[in-house]
Nanobody, 123 residues
Framework: QVQLVESGGGLVQAGGSLRLSCAAS????????TGWFRQAPGKEREFVAA????????LYADSVKGRFTISRDNAKNSLYLQMNSLKPEDTAVYYC????????????????WGQGTQVTVSS
């Protein structure tokens, strides 16, 4: 079973950048599709981006297209989210997630979740 631990969150001004990392334990990480989700206070958890196990297929929410980039390094058992041109509305707890099936954009499509990392964007 893969376990996920996020890092890299913090406080940044609008227009700034952050890079989130998700460290995975377990030898089978490379066979998992992975994604990033976020949850703002009082709102439901929403899809941000996803990437296939080999990295050849990606999905992005419309709200982050052109600003965020998802990537992974299977040799390092790691998933990343580069976030540029951050906006106050990007403020949320960001979670990484994994499944053994395919790249999907729904929370119900993922079996394994990290604990989350807080991203706060000030105006």
């Amino acid at each position: 079973q893969v376990q996920l631990v996020e890092s890299g969150g913090g406080l940044v001004q609008a227009g700034g950048s952050l890079r989130l990392s998700c460290a995975a334990s377990g030898r089978t990480f490379r066979s998992y599709a992975t994604g990033w989700f976020r949850q703002a206070p009082g709102k439901e958890r929403e899809f941000v981006a996803a990437i296939s196990w080999i990295g050849g297929s990606t999905l992005y929410a419309d709200s982050v297209k052109g600003r965020f980039t998802i990537s992974r390094d299977n040799a390092k058992n790691s998933l990343y989210l580069q976030m540029n041109s951050l906006k106050p509305e990007d403020t949320a707890v960001y979670y990484c997630a994994a499944n053994t099936r395919m790249v999907v954009a729904t929370t119900s499509g993922y079996d394994i979740w990290g604990q989350g990392t807080q991203v706060t964007v000030s105006s």
